[in-house]
Structure formats: C-alpha cells, structure tokens
C-alpha cells in the first residue's frame, strides 16, 4: 500500500508560479510511476504530467508544455509538479496519483492524494 499526500496549492495571481509535493509514504516508492491530474469544477478529471519510475520519461498536457514541469525525489519519496506562468485556465483541484503502469488514463492509477486546491486569479 502506498498513502500519497499532496501539499503546496494555493491562491496565485496569473503569471505567477506554485510547486506542488506529493509526499508517498508507504514501500517501494521507486517502483511506481506517478501523475499528476487536475479537475476543474463541473469539468472531468483531467491528464496534465506523468512520470516514469527512474524519472527518465516525463509526459505532459499539451497546454501546459513548457510551464509545469514534473520530478521525483526518490530518496525523499516525493513526487513534484512545478508550476510557472500560471494562467486563470489552470485553477483546479490537483491530485497525484501513483501505480505500476506509465499512463495518462486515471482508472489505471491505483493510489491518490486527497487533492490540493489551485486557484489562479485574473
């Protein structure tokens, strides 16, 4: 089993940036893949970075290439999404989420965070 807890959401002005943390506790953090998604409200549960489990692969949303960036710390068993140039678009609650599959699909992710809260103000 593995608990996933994200932390680092918040109220920013649009340009601004947030670094969210997905800290996992539990065993053998290094053998999971993780994602990060995001749901907007009325909206469905959206795909925005993932990353494979040495880190070597990193895929993202296409709108937002070029501003977040996904990490892993595999020493601190921590997950990150760095988030630049934020844009009103991306308010949302974020969640991380982890599994042994590399993919952008939600249902074959087998652990999730409670989720954090992003609003990006105009």
């Known amino acids: 089993q593995v608990q996933l807890a994200e932390s680092g959401g918040g109220l920013v002005q649009a340009g601004g940036s947030l670094r969210l943390s997905c800290a996992a506790s539990?065993?053998?953090?290094?053998?999971?893949?993780f994602a990060w998604f995001r749901q907007a409200p009325g909206k469905e549960r959206e795909f925005v970075a993932r990353i494979s489990w040495g880190g070597d692969f990193t895929d993202y949303v296409d709108s937002v290439k070029g501003r977040f960036t996904i990490s892993r710390d595999n020493a601190k068993n921590t997950v990150y999404l760095q988030m630049n140039s934020l844009k009103p678009e991306d308010t949302a609650v974020y969640y991380c989420?982890?599994?042994?599959?590399?993919?952008?699909?939600?249902?074959?992710?087998?652990?999730w965070g409670q989720g954090t809260q992003v609003t990006v103000s105009s």
């Open positions: 989420a982890g599994g042994g599959r590399f993919t952008i699909v939600a249902k074959d992710y087998d652990y």
């Open positions: 539990g065993r053998a953090f290094s053998g999971y893949a």
